[in-house]
């Protein structure tokens, strides 16, 4: 049977992304589940931001951000830089993360997380406390040790083991096992039927 | 060290949600990952359609939708949904799959998947092929059996076993298990700091 909670901002599995903003020589970082790939050619991601956060102000002004998804170990530091704004404190050097230079943006990219996304803004739309900030991927970084060979489809989701937020819920979780590969156990099903 | 692998659209993990359009007499199924949470108050999601897919006609002629968040063991029957057009087939069928009134809008819920989202749309931004739609949230819906409590946050996420979707990698994965609670681990480092 099924219970009704009412209207509620429950989705799962999300990633527990860090989204940085600003320069390299002064960046920030906040805690963003509120985001998803909306777009393939060219790839475009949304993410959900509240316009009180000062990483709104800074992706206004600079029109870029990089979205770096954290590993499983990173809790704790990913659990802060929700915590604590960036008008108050530097989060890279509170946590001991570095900034990498990006290739195609002035906003660096985290070295300890294994995927990281540059993303140039390319359009907005104000919701109500939250504006959903759509940045097309100019590049993508992984970690060499997780990928093996050169194709996106070679990454090992296994050493990545990113981080999982179940919102509302409020609990991170990691990821299990692989179950299948895409676009193949429903041959079967297609196959019976037609 | 880094590897540059251009710009992809590699995101994870995100779910592989089963979104319904169309009315419960003639009701569709797609398998979208292009799904993200993007407002709060309201609760409003946003899913990243092809303006080529059948579905895209029937969320524009009928202006809402439902999320539906698929347990692990029906992977086949997801896959099998991303696989064939709602033109051709009718897919709770070939599947198996139980519509159930919604309470709000027309488009049903799916039985068999334990989340189920009320979806109207607010709002749309054609980006390229894709175009982000924008669905208030008006009801949530959860099994009964994977709720210990009222609260949203009694949700136990093991129960529910969310299938988990790796786009461009193109896998299938479970859900693994619970690391920590959100808004408690970070007050560590905090206190340490501040």
């Avoid at 020589?25 to 509120?34: D, L």
């Avoid at 959900?48 to 704790?76: C, M, Q, W």
């Avoid at 993303?119 to 093996?148: P, W, Y």
């Avoid at 090992?156 to 193949?184: C, H, M, R």
Wanted: glycine share 8%; aromatic share 8%.
């Amino acid at each position: 049977m099924k219970k009704q909670l009412g209207p509620k901002d429950i989705l799962f599995p999300i990633p527990a992304a860090l989204i940085v903003t600003g320069t390299f020589e002064k960046p920030n970082i906040i805690t963003v589940s509120w985001i998803g790939m909306m777009s393939i050619s060219p790839p475009i991601l949304a993410i959900g931001v509240h316009e009180s956060r000062y990483s709104f102000e800074l992706i206004k002004k600079y029109k870029e951000f990089t979205a770096n998804i954290p590993p499983v170990d990173k809790y704790k530091e990913v659990d802060y830089i929700g915590m604590v704004s960036g008008r108050d404190r530097n989060k890279f050097e509170d946590v001991g993360f570095s900034p990498l230079k990006s290739s195609n943006i002035t906003t660096p990219i985290i070295a300890e997380c294994p995927l990281n996304l540059e993303c140039k803004v390319v359009n907005s739309l104000r919701l109500s406390g939250h504006t959903a900030i759509f940045g097309e991927i100019l590049e993508t970084h992984i970690d060499g040790d997780k990928i093996s060979g050169g194709s996106p489809c070679d990454i090992d989701l296994g050493k990545i083991n990113p981080l999982i937020y179940a919102a509302t819920v409020g609990q991170y979780w990691s990821i299990g096992k692989k179950i299948s590969e895409s676009f193949k156990p429903g041959l079967q099903i297609k196959e019976g039927l037609l």
